[in-house]
């Protein structure tokens, strides 16, 4: 099985009843062709930068779900004959494990703490560092 991420955008002239009803009937065919929902949402309503098909308000829905390569094709006939979807896009994505998350929050770390260490030394940390060298002297000679 294959990761996907499906968006669509349907059109903000559709009753909210609709616009649930068309979610719930996508997201069960994606399940009838074996297919696992992983996460779904909607977005709220949203002025597009440029009219689609003369509608300027739309809602974004995106869904992740595991899937065949081979079962993705009844799945998009079947957006492409709604006429409510103004807009869609399915993407493959590639799964990022735990270790590669872990690694990449390691560098981040890792660059913060060397702007940290690189950082060059100001007068005010002078000072204390003299003020440090006193004491010192003063302790070990006594």
Request: glycine share 2%.
């Amino acid at each position: 099985m294959k990761l996907y991420e499906l968006n669509y955008l349907i059109s903000a002239d559709i009753a909210e009843k609709d616009r649930s009803l068309l979610n719930e009937e996508i997201l069960e065919l994606i399940k009838k062709e074996g297919g696992s929902i992983r996460t779904s949402t909607v977005s709220p309503e949203k002025k597009l930068s440029y009219t689609i098909e003369k509608i300027l308000r739309a809602f974004l829905v995106t869904t992740v779900f595991d899937l065949e390569v081979d079962k993705i094709i009844p799945i998009t006939k079947f957006i492409k004959d709604k006429k409510e979807i103004i807009r869609y896009l399915v993407l493959n994505k590639k799964e990022v494990s735990e270790k590669a998350k872990r690694t990449k929050k390691n560098k981040k770390e890792d660059k913060e703490l060397s702007k940290i260490i690189k950082a060059p030394i100001k007068e005010k940390d002078k000072v204390e560092l003299k003020k440090i060298e006193e004491k010192l002297e003063e302790i070990l000679h006594e």
